[in-house]
């Protein structure tokens, strides 16, 4: 348990960032999702638009510090051939 006045405030900063961070990833994941499924459904328009979508925020996420910066481009080349490889 924190005691000094330093340690409960840096206590307080990690709740904010633990919450701020949280609602960065889910919104990532929402984006990688829609990608994920208009990969499902075979549409090549939607996917290429959802995959468009998802590129920036994916990259926000590693200058957030949220991803690793290989982590990222590894979901990006992932998904990107399989939209390429809709037909």
Same mark, same amino acid.
């Given at each position: 348990?924190?005691? +000094?006045?330093?340690?409960k405030k840096r206590a307080r900063q990690?709740?904010?960032?633990?919450?701020?961070?949280?609602?960065?990833? +889910?919104?990532?994941?929402?984006?990688?999702?829609?990608?994920?499924?208009?990969?499902? +459904?075979?549409?090549?328009?939607?996917?290429?638009?959802?995959?468009?979508?998802?590129?920036?925020?994916?990259?926000r996420g590693v200058t957030?510090?949220?991803?690793?910066?290989?982590?990222?481009?590894?979901?990006?080349?992932?998904? +990107?051939?399989?939209?390429?490889?809709?037909?």
């Amino acid at each position: 348990m924190a005691n +000094s006045p330093q340690a409960k405030k840096r206590a307080r900063q990690n709740e904010k960032r633990a919450a701020v961070n949280k609602n960065r990833r +889910s919104r990532i994941r929402t984006f990688l999702r829609k990608v994920e499924e208009a990969i499902a +459904s075979g549409d090549k328009e939607s996917a290429v638009a959802a995959l468009r979508a998802a590129q920036p925020e994916l990259m926000r996420g590693v200058t957030k510090g949220i991803f690793h910066k290989n982590t990222a481009s590894r979901k990006m080349s992932r998904l +990107s051939a399989r939209v390429k490889s809709i037909a």
